[in-house]
């Protein structure tokens, strides 16, 4: 695995960490290839039942690594084959679609700055811990650029179409507390204690019941894109593939003798 993201798997819990500080964490090539593998490898590992994505350093991500950027700008090769911006194709569509499809939760763990596809990868997580001095900006328009990673229908999602249009127009730094007044941040504490909170709660989702969680983020998705018949139908799909499972059997003999369930992931 390269260095540039490190991987650890502990009790159920992968945290997986950027890990280019000097870069404030910017996204190149090696960078991107090795978060998509890991996050497909977390979403593959059965070991694994919920997972924590954050940064080293003082920075979340910065997105795109505009030095690498720069240098296809100006390669007449790449222009001319019109894959300036294949990235998004080859590295942010599936790293956006291996957070938000992995059938188990995913924790932000926002230690600092998240830009651009860096903010793209935040809010496509299921929850966001923020640190009290991080901050997010949307970023494509102020270098000329339309959305991508997801944001144009996550944030949306998130904070409501004409807020959100507001934040891709009219691109600024929007820090922590206004970020958990718009609903981007879940929960925000200070710096010094992001760390430990944000694994806190990844690590009581690894505690969790998997099943249901995968089947509740499945559902949140497919409800954003479908009508309310369609939808109830497939909440009728997902909660038989949830009552069939031995966490919903232990669940429920729990709190018949008013126990606390220790789920299994099953």
Not at 116 to 142: E, K
Request: glycine share 8%; net charge negative; with cysteine.
């Amino acid at each position: 695995m390269a260095d540039t993201v490190l991987y650890d798997v502990t009790e159920g819990l992968a945290t997986i960490t950027l890990n280019r500080p000097d870069a404030m964490n910017a996204l190149n090539t090696e960078l991107k290839v090795a978060l998509r593998d890991t996050l497909r490898q977390a979403a593959d590992d059965p070991a694994v039942r919920a997972v924590l994505l954050t940064g080293s350093g003082r920075a979340f991500c910065v997105g795109q690594d505009l030095k690498e950027h720069i240098e296809r700008l100006h390669d007449d090769a790449v222009r001319a084959s019109g894959a300036t911006m294949d990235t998004v194709r080859e590295h942010y569509n599936p790293i956006v679609a291996a957070i938000a499809e992995m059938p188990k939760p995913v924790v932000a763990g926002v230690n600092g700055v998240a830009a651009g596809a860096g903010a793209g990868f935040a809010f496509a997580a299921d929850y966001r811990v923020v640190a009290d001095t991080a901050s997010f900006n949307t970023s494509f328009a102020g270098v000329a650029l339309s959305a991508d990673s997801g944001v144009s229908w996550t944030l949306p999602r998130l904070v409501g179409h004409g807020r959100a249009a507001e934040l891709m127009l009219f691109p600024r730094s929007v820090k922590a507390e206004e970020a958990a007044g718009l609903g981007i941040a879940n929960t925000v504490v200070p710096a010094a204690e992001l760390a430990a909170e944000a694994t806190k709660i990844a690590r009581r989702l690894a505690e969790g019941p998997t099943v249901a969680y995968a089947a509740i983020k499945e559902s949140l998705a497919y409800a954003a894109g479908h009508g309310l018949l369609d939808t109830l139908a497939k909440e009728d799909e997902l909660q038989a593939r949830a009552g069939a499972s031995e966490d919903h059997r232990i669940a429920v003999d729990a709190f018949v003798k008013k126990e606390k369930p220790t789920f299994l992931g099953r």
